[in-house]
């Protein structure tokens, strides 16, 4: 499998993460229903895009298009951290969440991790599987030494990402931006 990132990063913040409890759906072991992975390069046919479409618009994404941003993003090497968790019986993608590293000069060049893009397909909702992609790309973040994580959200998903640790900064909690196209326009190439 032509994956994103080495699989072995995963692994280790699998093996730090201590928010795995008895009582969530089995996403780590071999040969289970459901399989938390890094984005693979044939993700695109296992419905990736229409799952990001749940979030947010994608514009028509054709498989060139996600193979050469796939391979640009693979390149850019510990830079994108994007992890799925595939529905193994039915070969589809049912929830994502990414990690996005910016290297710092600040903070003895340390990095500063940004969470994005947490989305589980509609019929797969109730299992979970948001607050595993977050907690999973929290102890990835560990393991990649960040000094910092963050993510913005919309109000009514505050209380979510509190209850598992993040908070408004005091006197920083602003979230602003630019659009440079609007979300009914299409990039030029």
Request: charged share 25%; glycine share 6%; proline share 3%.
């Amino acid at each position: 499998m032509d994956c994103l990132f080495d699989p072995g990063k995963l692994i280790s913040a699998t093996l730090i993460d201590d928010t795995i409890t008895d009582d969530q759906t089995s996403v780590d072991d071999a040969g289970c229903k459901y399989r938390l992975r890094p984005l693979s390069s044939n993700d695109h046919a296992l419905g990736y895009m229409d799952l990001l479409s749940q979030l947010t618009k994608t514009g028509n994404v054709t498989r060139l298009m996600f193979t050469t941003t796939f391979d640009s993003m693979r390149k850019d090497s510990g830079t994108y951290f994007i992890i799925v968790i595939e529905d193994t019986v039915k070969k589809c993608i049912v929830a994502t969440g990414s990690l996005i590293i910016e290297k710092k000069f600040i903070h003895q060049c340390g990095h500063r991790g940004r969470i994005e893009d947490i989305v589980v397909h509609s019929d797969y909702r109730g299992k979970r599987f948001g607050k595993i992609i977050v907690q999973r790309l929290i102890a990835l973040s560990r393991v990649l030494k960040c000094y910092k994580i963050s993510l913005e959200c919309k109000d009514s998903n505050v209380s979510w990402y509190s209850s598992m640790g993040f908070v408004r900064e005091p006197g920083n909690s602003n979230f602003m931006q630019m659009r440079l196209i609007e979300d009914d326009e299409e990039p030029s190439p």
